[in-house]
């Protein structure tokens, strides 16, 4: 008998599947998220599937235990984000808004793996081969093991990838990926499960490395059910300013290294182009002798950036006092600025408050507390802060000021930038190994801060 065909709604957020039509999701609880798509059910001749009883499990002991095998990109930011490098056999997902880089990044991953001998596959679902090629004439010189295929029915790219055997795979992107046993259409919540569940068995059984692409939502999301996520091993965003220059490629899962790693890139003619010192790259064009500027330091993931923050406190012409919060958290900063005016008496409620993190990152770190803090008053005081100055420290509701974690590695972070005082909570000295050419200033609380201007 031929499957029977049935007709289910899913979730375009979550996955969740439904017999009818749903306006809220029970799961994700995301409104008018359900689409209509076809749904194949196995025959009742198909389902008596012959059993394996040869088959048992195994125990650590029977498993070698030898570290996985890793490929260096030739690009430190992104063997950092990576964990050391690439893992043989695993299934990477980088997503990113349109137009932010995500293929330029991967094509540039191919130039670099040329020089190893590396043997990869780029497959293409939304370029022609003369648009990749113009890409590629202006990133660099590839060779002959770089093999490029544009195609999007899944079961013939299985059978080239099954007949080539190369090391490393590119799908751009799985959205235009499609299944002719899935009746959807291609970028539908099927679609896209069942392109990733066959890309990942490509990737375990094969041991090949798989880097696909994925569009992202209006939210920030990558497009497509969450399973996706879930199945795969690392899961990379490249973010930033499509106007502006900078790239930050952040690391939110990753199965073989730390998670919340970032890797700074540099947009530029020929491609991006790795930012080794990304706290210098932050600071550039600070100026000098201004009111409400400082230097705070927060740690992404083992690495430790130097930001500056920004606060502007005016005079308010309406009866309601207006709050913006650019790069960090707008409800952390009314908090610090109810703290402020519990605890030290600064009179805000009549003043208008403007905090902006420069360069367009986003600090949600404790850490920044001190930071906006600082800003703020001297702001409030028209008082500029010694250019010399590195404050961290996380600011609680009693004005105190928290340790934050590795403080010895923000203070030789900021030493190497010249930077040559820093103002810490007093609890994080004890437990620091002294750094040359930086003074030390231990707070308790807040209300020392004012003590300094």
């Excluded at 990926?177 to 679609?191: D, N, R």
């Excluded at 008082?383 to 000021?401: K, N, Q, Y």
């Excluded at 403080?407 to 103002?423: H, M």
Aim: include cysteine; hydrophobic fraction near 40%; charged fraction near 25%.
């Amino acid at each position: 008998m031929p499957a029977k065909k049935k007709t289910v709604f899913f979730c375009q957020n979550c996955g969740f599947e439904s017999a009818k039509w749903l306006g809220q999701c029970p799961a994700c609880h995301e409104w008018n998220t359900f689409v209509e798509e076809a749904y194949h059910t196995p025959s009742s001749s198909s389902s008596g599937k012959t059993v394996q009883n040869n088959i048992k499990p195994s125990t650590l002991d029977e498993i070698s235990g030898s570290d996985e095998s890793r490929i260096s990109t030739h690009m430190e930011e992104f063997d950092r984000v990576l964990g050391g490098g690439i893992v043989k056999g695993s299934l990477v997902l980088v997503g990113g808004d349109p137009g932010i880089g995500k293929s330029t990044l991967l094509l540039e991953l191919t130039r670099n793996l040329c020089a190893d001998h590396v043997k990869m596959l780029y497959i293409s679902g939304e370029e022609s081969l003369a648009q990749i090629k113009m890409r590629a004439e202006r990133i660099g010189t590839f060779t002959s093991d770089l093999s490029i295929l544009c195609e999007t029915d899944l079961d013939t790219i299985s059978a080239v990838i099954d007949r080539t055997r190369p090391e490393l795979v590119i799908i751009d992107s799985i959205q235009t990926m499609y299944s002719e046993s899935v009746g959807s259409a291609p970028g539908s919540v099927s679609q896209v499960r069942e392109s990733t569940n066959v890309l990942m068995h490509i990737a375990k059984t094969m041991g090949i490395t798989v880097f696909v692409v994925g569009h992202v939502t209006k939210e920030g999301n990558v497009a497509g059910p969450r399973v996706l996520e879930h199945m795969v091993d690392t899961v990379l965003y490249l973010e930033g300013d499509r106007y502006a220059s900078y790239r930050v490629l952040r690391g939110v899962k990753n199965r073989f290294g730390s998670t919340n790693e970032i890797g700074v890139f540099e947009m530029k003619g020929a491609g991006l182009v790795e930012v080794k010192n990304p706290s210098e790259y932050m600071l550039a064009g600070r100026p000098e002798g201004a009111s409400g500027s400082v230097v705070a330091c927060s740690m992404e993931g083992t690495r430790p950036i130097l930001i500056e923050i920004q606060a502007l406190v005016t005079k308010s012409n309406f009866g309601m006092p207006r709050r913006t919060a650019v790069g960090c958290d707008y409800n952390r900063v009314n908090l610090l600025m109810a703290v402020l005016e519990k605890r030290i008496g600064l009179k805000l409620s009549d003043y208008d408050a403007y905090v902006n993190v420069t360069g367009g990152m986003r600090m949600n770190e404790p850490a920044v507390d001190l930071g906006i803090v600082m800003a703020i008053v001297s702001s409030y005081k028209d008082t500029p802060i010694d250019d010399h100055i590195i404050c961290f420290g996380e600011v609680g509701l009693s004005g105190e000021v928290r340790s934050v974690t590795n403080a010895e590695q923000r203070v030789r972070e900021a030493a190497k930038l010249g930077f040559t005082k820093c103002i810490l909570p007093k609890s994080a000295i004890r437990g620091m190994t002294k750094v040359d050419g930086v003074q030390y200033y231990g707070i308790d609380f807040v209300s020392d801060v004012v003590k300094l201007f």
